[in-house]
């Protein structure tokens, strides 16, 4: 019997294409967004206002992943964007692979921001690197502030919390101070955004959020 | 539910290994379950069942063991395991750090014989 290390990660093979993408990405001057969040926290509403308010400034498409069905996909084309959808049939998360596959249906290099929305789900999508700049974990006051406590690992992946549903608030027993502790126990340097996609109350900020980091891409191309 | 994606791309790097070894029969693997990897262990071993039996792999022993969340702080470079209720690097008290172990699964070695 003998024993060899080997020290080797499991998703190597996902992480050396994510790595491949990451470089695409940046060549090609896309900022390209990781959109995690529960089912039903408002993602494909986001992305709808987000392609109305930004349509004439900036290029936009859309990877849409989900279970089944090409809803999403139609909302957002209604929006007036390119929108590919992913049906990953069983599968609770999008993979590198996948986005490497999808990505001939959608001109790159004519874009300024790609959204990935990935399957709604606060675990598996926190294991697995899209190529992305940033991750985006889209929460919403209805799902309880006890999330950051529950799933860690989402909170610790993203590098923008947006709050959803802030105008739910009065009907709910969601804390904000007591939610915005538990974010800051994970990851104190998370910043994060308060909206509201009914009201459109704070929007603008994420609006302005994405404008930036779109055009410190386009001007330094991160690695 | 992402296991069973786990358990399929183990044994798949597995394979790739034991064709460095020919002539030898794999027995034992031992796995770091990153304590931020969302992996079940219970669920990453019913997974592994069925992938192996699909390469008609019998008898091999799984050994997880669980792998703190490894920090490196980005002020004052020390490295420390963080404790999910509090990420701060306890020398100089920052929240800036970049993670370097405990969110992926690894296969650390394997035994053969």
Same mark, same amino acid.
């Given at each position: 019997?003998?024993?060899?290390?080997?020290?080797?990660?499991?998703?190597?093979?996902?992480?050396?294409?994510?790595?491949?993408?990451?470089?695409?990405?940046?060549?090609? /001057?896309?900022? *390209?967004?990781?959109?995690?969040?529960?089912?039903?926290?408002?993602?494909?509403?986001?992305?709808?206002?987000?392609?109305?308010?930004?349509?004439?400034?900036?290029?936009?498409?859309?990877?849409?992943?989900?279970?089944?069905?090409?809803?999403?996909?139609?909302?957002?084309?209604?929006?007036?964007?390119?929108?590919?959808?992913? $049906?990953? /049939?069983?599968?609770?998360?999008?993979?590198?692979? #996948?986005?490497?596959?999808?990505?001939?249906?959608?001109?790159?290099?004519?874009?300024?921001?790609?959204?990935?929305? $990935?399957? &709604?789900?606060?675990?598996?999508?926190?294991?697995?690197?899209?190529?992305?700049?940033?991750?985006?974990?889209?929460?919403?006051?209805?799902?309880?502030?006890?999330?950051?406590?529950?799933?860690?690992?989402?909170?610790?992946?993203?590098?923008?919390?947006?709050?959803?549903?802030?105008?739910?608030?009065?009907?709910?027993?969601?804390?904000?101070?007591?939610?915005?502790?538990?974010?800051?126990?994970?990851?104190?340097?998370?910043?994060?955004?308060? *909206?509201?996609?009914?009201?459109?109350?704070?929007?603008?900020?994420?609006?302005?959020?994405?404008?930036?980091?779109?055009?410190?891409?386009?001007?330094?191309?991160?690695? | #539910?992402?296991?069973?994606?786990?358990?399929? $791309?183990? *044994?798949?790097?597995?394979?790739?290994?034991?064709?460095?070894?020919? /002539?030898?029969?794999?027995?034992?693997?031992?796995?770091?379950? &990153?304590?931020?990897? &969302?992996?079940?262990?219970?669920?990453?071993?019913?997974?592994?069942?069925?992938?192996?039996?699909?390469? $008609?792999?019998?008898?091999?022993?799984?050994?997880?063991?669980?792998?703190?969340?490894?920090?490196?702080?980005?002020?004052?470079?020390?490295?420390?395991?963080?404790?999910?209720?509090?990420?701060?690097?306890?020398?100089?008290?920052?929240?800036?750090?970049?993670?370097?172990?405990?969110?992926?699964?690894?296969?650390?070695?394997?035994?053969?014989?």
């Amino acid at each position: 019997m003998t024993e060899i290390k080997i020290q080797k990660n499991v998703l190597s093979k996902n992480d050396e294409l994510a790595a491949e993408l990451r470089r695409d990405f940046a060549r090609k /001057g896309v900022l *390209v967004l990781n959109m995690l969040s529960s089912p039903g926290s408002g993602k494909t509403t986001l992305l709808e206002k987000t392609a109305r308010a930004l349509a004439g400034k900036l290029r936009i498409a859309a990877i849409e992943g989900d279970l089944q069905t090409e809803r999403d996909a139609d909302r957002i084309r209604a929006a007036g964007v390119r929108a590919v959808q992913i $049906n990953t /049939g069983r599968g609770c998360h999008l993979d590198a692979n #996948m986005i490497a596959n999808i990505l001939p249906k959608l001109e790159v290099a004519e874009l300024d921001v790609l959204f990935i929305e $990935n399957v &709604g789900n606060l675990v598996c999508p926190a294991a697995f690197d899209l190529g992305e700049d940033f991750a985006v974990l889209l929460m919403s006051v209805t799902e309880g502030d006890d999330k950051p406590a529950k799933y860690p690992t989402a909170f610790l992946k993203a590098d923008l919390l947006v709050l959803n549903k802030l105008d739910l608030q009065p009907y709910t027993n969601f804390d904000i101070e007591r939610f915005r502790g538990d974010v800051a126990r994970v990851k104190p340097s998370l910043p994060m955004l308060q *909206v509201s996609c009914t009201t459109e109350q704070g929007l603008e900020s994420w609006f302005q959020w994405i404008e930036r980091k779109t055009k410190a891409k386009r001007e330094r191309p991160r690695r | #539910m992402h296991e069973m994606s786990i358990a399929i $791309n183990i *044994v798949r790097t597995l394979k790739d290994e034991m064709a460095l070894h020919p /002539g030898t029969t794999l027995k034992k693997v031992k796995l770091g379950i &990153g304590e931020f990897s &969302g992996v079940e262990v219970e669920s990453l071993r019913f997974s592994l069942e069925f992938a192996l039996a699909e390469e $008609n792999w019998q008898g091999v022993e799984f050994e997880m063991a669980k792998t703190p969340l490894g920090a490196k702080c980005k002020e004052c470079g020390a490295r420390f395991n963080a404790d999910s209720s509090d990420f701060r690097c306890p020398k100089c008290g920052s929240d800036k750090f970049d993670i370097e172990a405990g969110q992926s699964v690894t296969i650390d070695s394997i035994t053969v014989e």
